[in-house]
């Protein structure tokens, strides 16, 4: 089993439509939680961090459940830009204060017009 | 600031050469990460530095993978002899290194071996 799970998708959503992804994580020493964005061909760049609080960040909204070890991004009015691949991350603690990034397969999204 | 550099972006070898993959993390940034991706896996952390020290290689395929960081601001991935199933694309990352902070890529190299 993988230490970060996300289902492959695709996602496939008209312009508009407010899409969900998930993740679960099986280590609970994990630290901190990210929603990564990777375009194709590209890197993969930090769309948002995700705090115990739940944040936003204007159409995105991610959330994070430490009991279930849960981690989800809500995107609203999706645009044909939102087309990508979202990574969900975790840093889990490593030795003294540092920190190992651990990636999800990532789930793939295609905003139709 | 410039960024998390990758040299070369395209690599194309031959079974059995030996490829360098190099990176220089932003300054300032005291980790560095090896990661792999290809369609089957993913991204693959292969390796991790912490101020120069290797941390944890438990992602590092076999012997004929290894890494080096001999200074904050250099360090290489080297895989020797090179196999058409290390086709991939090798990302480099940096971060500040604490375990709440995310890291930085650089643009990658596609490394294809025929």
């Known amino acids: 089993r993988k230490e970060v799970e996300q289902d492959p998708g695709p996602f496939n959503v008209p312009e508009g439509a407010t899409v969900a992804f998930n993740c679960t994580y099986s280590?609970?020493?994990?630290?901190?939680f990210f929603w990564y964005r990777q375009d194709c061909r590209k890197e993969p760049k930090l769309l948002m961090s995700?705090?115990?609080s739940g944040n936003e960040d204007g159409r995105f909204t991610a959330q994070l459940n430490r009991a279930s070890q849960y981690i989800s991004l809500l995107i609203r009015d999706s645009k044909l830009s939102d087309s990508a691949t979202y990574l969900c991350?975790?840093?889990?603690?490593?030795?003294?204060?540092?920190?190992?990034?651990?990636f999800g397969q990532g789930t793939t999204l295609q905003v139709k017009p | 600031d410039a960024g998390v550099i990758q040299s070369p972006r395209h690599e194309v070898t031959e079974m059995g050469q030996e490829v360098t993959l190099r990176c220089k993390p932003i300054?300032?940034?005291?980790?560095l990460f090896w990661y792999r991706q290809t369609m089957m896996r993913g991204l693959e952390l292969l390796i991790y530095?912490?101020?120069?020290?290797?941390?944890?290689d438990s992602g590092m395929p076999e012997d004929r993978f290894s890494a080096k960081m001999p200074n904050a601001s250099f360090s290489t991935l080297k895989i020797q002899p090179s196999e058409p199933r290390d086709s991939a694309v090798y990302f480099c990352?940096?971060?500040?290194?604490?375990?709440?902070?995310?890291?930085?890529f650089g643009q990658g190299t596609r490394l294809t071996v025929v």
């Open positions: 280590n609970s020493a994990s630290q901190s």
């Open positions: 530095f912490n101020n120069n020290v290797p941390i944890d």
């Open positions: 990352a940096s971060s500040s290194g604490s375990r709440y902070t995310e890291a930085f």
């Open positions: 995700v705090y115990s």
């Open positions: 300054s300032g940034h005291n980790s």
């Open positions: 991350v975790v840093n889990r603690a490593s030795q003294g204060n540092t920190g190992k990034l651990i």
